[in-house]
């Protein structure tokens, strides 16, 4: 496809965004150029790329592609989506201040409070359901607004275009973690947000094979200096996982398609489940913000969660008679996954806090994949039966 100014469809775009044939040999598919190093024809001026950390060809295709599929102007590849928060985090200043959702993924909040805190930029964290807190949150000090939706595991929803509106009146960049939803379904640019970050390693690669991240702004300055602290920190992807994250790109939007279709179906079957005492899922309509689902997303995604009705043991009993679904952290792959959160990814979290978020031991996270959805439900089903005996 010629890269032109021509507004394509999103399906189009997964498929072709970042890269045409090569002039040389015609390769549909880029090259993965593995060189650490670039002849210069004289010294001092390098052609398009000098050095593998300041630059690479396949990083660079990826990172074009990033750009379009969230409709901004650049993008950037990160070696993890930590690694992308981190040189985000890294444009602040000693004396800035965050105000990040109250639910924000476990290692984004351990990077705001063990590692950013000692370097003076405090973080407020806010339940963004609610925005009457957000401007009392925000001081003369913050210069981010950072959050996820749908957040990890409760699956609530912050409503992107409010939070901009206020931030734009206030001077202050919004962040938004897209990694639940990715841009097939949801992009936050389009609403307001100032940034947009993501785990590739999730929907994004959506394999499980590739341990990636990425930032996507159109905001120039921010441009600039994400440009000099990508090279400067140096926590940069490697060519091969540049090109497995554009390879899982093309399929991108076929495959949330699948995640939601099942997803859908499961949450309505588990939710009318005796043995169920309530389903977290943005397409119910039983969601608190359903309606708000409806208006910035184009589908509720691939991530459920299930409180079960019983306790901590019966969740082990479920998650141990699951047969397709496998017992692992992490999400987004094309395998359905399981999880327990309080004794896996929010383990770190105290339990005081975890209370607070509703994350119960009879909760399970559920990453619905691409199998066959009557599969994923004999396994559920079963698992349930399991559960209470
Ligand atoms: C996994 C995840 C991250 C961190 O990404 P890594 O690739 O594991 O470093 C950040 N945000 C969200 C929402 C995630 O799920």
Redesign the pocket.
């Known amino acids: 496809m010629k890269q032109d100014s021509r507004a394509y469809a999103f399906e189009t775009l997964a498929v072709h965004a970042g890269y045409e044939p090569d002039a040389s040999h015609g390769a549909v598919m880029p090259p993965v150029v593995m060189a650490s190093t670039f002849a210069q024809p004289e010294p001092g001026k390098p052609l398009r790329f000098d050095y593998g950390r300041s630059g690479n060809p396949t990083r660079a295709h990826l990172e074009a592609a990033l750009a379009a599929l969230e409709g901004g102007t650049r993008g950037f590849a990160f070696s993890?989506?930590?690694?992308?928060?981190t040189t985000l985090l890294h444009t602040l200043e000693p004396g800035d201040h965050v105000v990040s959702g109250d639910d924000?993924?476990g290692?984004?909040f351990r990077l705001f409070e063990k590692v950013m805190k000692p370097f003076g930029i405090a973080t407020s964290f806010v339940d963004l359901t609610d925005l009457s807190r957000l401007e009392t949150a925000i001081t003369p000090k913050t210069r981010f607004v950072w959050f996820?939706t749908p957040t990890?595991p409760t699956l609530k929803l912050a409503d992107i275009a409010a939070v901009s509106r206020i931030c734009a009146k206030l001077g202050v960049r919004v962040v938004v973690?897209n990694?639940?939803a990715s841009p097939a379904l949801q992009r936050p640019l389009l609403h307001g947000a100032t940034v947009v970050?993501?785990?590739?390693?999730?929907y994004i690669n959506g394999h499980s094979d590739v341990?990636?991240?990425a930032l996507v702004t159109s905001d120039t300055d921010l441009c600039e200096r994400l440009s000099f602290l990508q090279n400067a920190l140096g926590a940069v992807p490697s060519p091969m996982d540049c090109y497995l994250v554009m390879r899982g790109i093309k399929t991108l939007s076929v495959r949330m398609k699948a995640h939601v279709a099942s997803a859908s179906e499961l949450a309505q079957r588990l939710a009318a489940h005796p043995r169920v005492a309530r389903v977290h899922y943005p397409g119910l309509s039983s969601h608190p913000q359903h309606e708000l689902a409806l208006r910035q997303m184009s589908g509720p995604g691939g991530m459920i969660s299930v409180e079960l009705a019983s306790d901590l043991e019966g969740s082990r009993r479920f998650l141990q008679a699951l047969r397709v679904f496998a017992l692992a952290e992490?999400?987004?792959g094309v395998e359905s996954l399981a999880e327990h959160p309080a004794l896996m990814t929010h383990a770190s979290i105290p339990a005081i806090n975890r209370k607070a978020l509703g994350i119960s031991d009879a909760l399970v996270r559920l990453s619905v994949g691409i199998e066959h959805v009557a599969d994923l439900w004999q396994d559920l089903d079963s698992a349930l039966q399991a559960c209470s005996s």
């Open positions: 993890s989506g930590c690694a992308a928060a924000v993924y290692g984004t996820e990890n973690d990694t639940f970050l993501h785990s590739t390693t999730k341990v990636g991240g992490s999400l987004g």
